[in-house]
């Protein structure tokens, strides 16, 4: 009976004729071969949208570890022939010898998929971008990234190219009294049909960034038509002092600050801008917040400083809670403030992160 039904379910399915599929059949891709293989995979398109992405996992990982209060200036520069050059005063990468790869931390780092300091343990307890992935992945897709890292009294440095394959071993190239990471990268042509940052662009996403962490500097400079410069001898490009386009943010405020130039064209129900942070089962929220005089909905909401263009159901719960409250408060005869019969809807103007 089981023999004639497993005749009866095979007798629908298509011969497979002269064709064979064996082991040998099974691509094995090492290293980071995948990357650059399906790259959409890792950075969503390989469009300007893909392009710019590269500046911000770069960035991503500076930004972490002000996030961490170990770094509170950061700069991105737009050299020129399309490289980015990304500098922070923060940690420095590790260069010691890690333990199960037996290379360099940094090495192990830049040519590692899921290689970081963000899956656990105490290196980050709040970060963005892709854990383990960003640097390698930006390392993948560029036919040449470099690192010099300052940390522990010392400078090191490592080269990598067709790909992210390292050039020769992490070495030490002089002392120093400085701390933090420089990364050079050049995105490969054969993967990134046009290779052509839009400055405006950078600017717009890293002026928001600096919105999200109080206190931190981020300098933007646009290097590309400056002509040939030395910039692996210095540690901040403006210590050259070029004559090029470039801006600073630096936000005391935080959100509110964010809150304050989203509302600068708009007029205000209430100078004052409602803020609150607080922190919760190792969640830290943070929430601000001014009505104006629109009807329409701004809201934005970020996770780890990462854009939620979507929403999420942090906003959900945001609006709901609000939203119970002012209703509550409306129709409390005891409250010292008297306000008509009224329900408020949901179309509250907020910043959240």
Known sequence: MAESKAKKAN???????????????????EGLEAVRRRPGMYIGTTGVDGLHHLIWEIFDNSRDEA???FSNDIEVALLPG??????????GIPVDIHPKTKVSALETIMTT???????GGEGYKVSGGLHGVGAS???????????????????HV????????????VKKIGSSDLHGTITWFKADPSI???IDYDFDRVVSHLRQQAYLVRGLRITVWDMRNAGAIDNEDIFYIRDLRPDAPSITFYFEGGLRSLVSFQNRFLEPVHKTIFYVEKEQDDVTVEVA???????TSRIAAFANNIYNAEGGTHITGFRAALTRSLNSFSGNGRNRIRLPAMTFSKDSRQWFR
């Open 11 to 29: 007798s629908g399915a298509p011969k497979s004729g002269g064709s064979s599929y064996k082991a040998e059949d099974i691509t094995v891709l």
């Open 192 to 194: 990134f049909p046009v």
């Open 158 to 169: 490592q080269e990598y190219k067709n790909g992210g394959k390292a050039v020769a071993k």
């Open 67 to 69: 996030m961490g209060g």
């Open 289 to 295: 917040l001014q009505y104006v005089d629109d009807i």
């Open 82 to 91: 399309n490289i980015v050059r990304v500098a922070d005063n923060g940690r």
């Open 113 to 119: 998929l899921h290689a970081g300091g963000k899956f």
């Open 137 to 155: 992945v930006v390392n993948a897709l560029s036919t040449y990234a470099k690192v010099i890292v300052h940390r522990d009294g010392g400078a």
